[in-house]
């Protein structure tokens, strides 16, 4: 019986976002901003895209590079030097990212970056 890990993805968007001199209003107490929406957005469709291998050791920590187009059509993923994923873990989650595409994009036009750069925990 395949065990099934629950994992903590987090997004770092990278800086740039808005253009120079752009600025975004703070989202109102309890509300979320729509960047935060946006990162947990490409999270959830990433990680619903996603079986882990067996092989994944809790604490583990991989991050990869997603470049997008608008429309959330990915046009290259890159895991990083550093992943302390093995390579069951490294392909999986690689695989997972492309088949989450399109990743989300309606809605989210002015906070859409191009360049992405998420981190997985694995539990």
């Known amino acids: 019986m395949m065990k099934m890990l629950s994992l903590l993805a987090v997004i770092l968007l990278v800086p740039g976002l808005l253009g ?9 107490p309890g509300q979320v901003s729509l960047r935060t929406a946006y ?7 990433i990680i619903a895209s996603w079986l882990p291998p067996p092989s994944m050791t809790s604490g583990q920590h991989c991050r990869v590079s997603i470049t997008q187009l608008p429309g959330g059509t990915i046009v290259s993923v890159k895991v990083d030097a550093a992943c302390q994923f093995d390579a069951a873990g490294k392909a999986t ?26 981190g997985f925990t694995a539990p």
């Open 93 to 118: 989650l690689e695989r997972a990212v492309l088949r989450a595409q399109p990743l989300p994009y309606k809605g989210f036009e002015a906070v859409f970056d191009r360049s992405l750069n998420i």
């Open 39 to 45: 990162a947990m957005a490409i999270r959830d469709r």
């Open 20 to 28: 120079p001199g752009q600025a975004h209003a703070a989202p109102a």
